[in-house]
């Protein structure tokens, strides 16, 4: 009986049959080509649309690295980070008064966010602009007495309606920031024997960087785009120094072209460099950073020729 078996069984050493290779057909998208040919007419269209016009394009590399607007470009980030720095300090101490058990702290500081994100701001900069049409002197006491119109300069103004308009909105940002932290770790430094002070510096405030980051970054884009407002208030920045390039040249709409792109080189400057910024925050909540611009480079030149499974 055993012999009978023996003879009927197979080699020992012989491995069972593996499963059949499944051969994979992808799914084929057809309306994401329809969608791609239909987004390349539309931009062709729109490029064979500007090249009619009569549109002197050699004038904007010609007036690109223009002293003027060189100088415009300086003085809108100068702006820019003036009424940011403005904006931050003054959104940090607003959220903490409105986050304070204290009625009359917190009532000012809600009125102030109100009033500030309530009205526009170019209103807000013609109204500091013009208010030396009803103070004729600025009087501070022993402190400062001045003429108000040698007192609000463009600068003066450009700062106080940009900063303080910014400063409503970081305001929010930041108290939302400090409300994702969880109390518990303010009740464990309390328990320590911490100051409320320290507690916020080195226990509150690291954590709700993480929330505070990412829109404080496009805020900050946000607040470049915004300096070409004050040209309304006769401070010169990168705009204003286009308008006038413009109208002294005869290419009043290649200078707004112009202009336009050294904004675009700005924000994708100021872009990445938020990117860098949020990464180092999320060191403490991503088992595994996201991959930086150049890793992303690379590891799309090193994928090219090789096969989706891995093999070599």
Request: proline share 6%; net charge positive.
């Amino acid at each position: 009986m055993t012999s009978d078996i023996d003879k009927t069984a197979g080699p020992k050493d012989t491995p069972p049959a593996g499963p059949e290779a499944i051969k994979a057909i992808p799914v084929r998208h057809y309306g994401r080509y329809v969608t791609a040919v239909i987004a390349i007419a539309i931009l062709v269209a729109i490029i064979y649309a500007f090249g009619q016009g009569k549109i002197n394009w050699h004038a904007v590399p010609d007036y690109f690295f223009d002293d003027r607007i060189m100088t415009g470009v300086g003085k809108t980030l100068l702006l820019t980070v003036l009424s940011m720095l403005i904006g931050i300090v003054g959104g940090i101490v607003l959220a903490v008064m409105r986050l304070s058990k204290n009625p009359v702290t917190s009532s000012i500081a809600w009125f102030y966010i109100w009033f500030f994100r309530g009205t526009p701001v170019l209103v807000q900069l013609f109204l500091w602009f013009n208010l030396g049409l009803v103070f004729e002197y600025i009087n501070l006491g022993p402190i400062y007495k001045n003429y108000w119109s040698d007192f609000m300069t463009p600068l003066l103004t450009a700062l106080l309606g940009l900063g303080l308009n910014e400063a409503a909105y970081m305001a929010e940002i930041c108290r939302a920031g400090l409300l994702a932290v969880d109390e518990g770790q303010t009740e464990a430094a309390h328990a320590l024997g911490m100051s409320h002070g320290k507690t916020l510096r080195r226990i509150v405030i690291p954590q709700a960087m993480r929330v505070i980051v990412p829109p404080t970054g496009n805020e900050v884009i946000n607040m470049l785009k915004t300096t070409s407002l004050v040209a309304a208030v006769q401070y010169p920045e990168l705009f204003r120094y286009a308008q006038d390039i413009g109208q002294n040249s005869g290419a009043p709409v290649e200078m707004y072209f112009l202009a336009a792109a050294w904004y675009l080189i700005m924000t994708s400057v100021l872009s990445v460099g938020q990117y860098y910024i949020e990464r180092y925050y999320a060191r403490g909540s991503s088992r595994a950073l996201p991959p930086t611009p150049l890793q992303k480079v690379r590891a799309n030149l090193f994928s090219l020729g090789r096969p989706k499974g891995g093999a070599a």
